[in-house]
Every structure is written in C-alpha cells, then in structure tokens.
C-alpha cells in the first residue's frame, strides 16, 4: 500500500520560513517524479514545484509564484522529498499536498498524478 506522509505546516508570520517534508511507502522512491501542489480556499490545486524520477537529483520545475522563495529536493535513500519555502506572503497560504507520478515528467496537471497525501496546512498571517 502506497502512502505519502506530509509533515511541516503550520502558522507563520509573513517573510518567514516553513520547511515541508513528504515521506513516501510502499513505492520504488526514485522510480517517482515527486510534486508538492497547494490548494487556497475557493480556488482549484495548483502545481508547486517539482523534482523529477531518477537515481539522483531530478530536474526541478517551480511555478512563477514562488520562483527564487521556495527550493524542492529529494533524497531517494529516505525516500522523502522536502519543501523549503522562505519569504512566505499571505497568498502563499493553503493546504500543501505532495504527490507522486510513476516516471512522469514534470507534469503540472495534478490529474497525472498517481498517489496523494493528506495535506498540511500552512497559514502566513500576521
């Protein structure tokens, strides 16, 4: 059984900083390109960042939004893959899920995407 574990969310004040981390089971990690996407109230999941599959440190692909903030990285031997996110605005508020697509490509269409986790929350509030 699959599973994908996200830990990390919680309540920041904005131009601080916030570290996810995505622990996968049950899946040959480096076999996976990983994704972390978000969803604010009222709107539709968008794509976050990406890594792609393979032995090493994949390709990496960030939305325009979060382009210089946020930085995705995976280690395949803890198959965990990790978000940082630094100087988070209120926008960046919203639940973060980190998904997995069987040697996909850098997708941004979350329907590609094969396994979820639950989500963590992150607020950026003052």
């Known amino acids: 059984q699959v599973q994908l574990v996200e830990s990390g969310g919680g309540l920041v004040q904005p131009g601080g900083s916030l570290r996810l981390s995505c622990t996968a089971s049950g899946l040959t990690f480096k076999d996976y390109t990983m994704a972390w996407f978000r969803q604010a109230p009222g709107k539709e999941r968008e794509y976050v960042a990406i890594?792609?599959?393979?032995?090493?440190?994949?390709?990496?692909f960030y939305t325009d939004s979060v382009k210089g903030r946020f930085t995705i990285s995976r280690d395949n031997a803890k198959n965990t893959v990790t978000l940082r996110m630094n100087n988070l605005t209120p926008t960046d508020t919203a639940v973060y899920y980190c998904?997995?697509?069987?040697?996909?490509?850098?997708?941004?269409?979350?329907?590609?995407?094969?396994?979820w986790g639950q989500g963590t929350q992150v607020t950026v509030s003052s």
């Open positions: 890594e792609t599959w393979g032995e090493g440190s994949g390709a990496t």
């Open positions: 998904a997995a697509d069987h040697l996909g490509y850098a997708e941004r269409d979350a329907w590609s995407y094969d396994y």
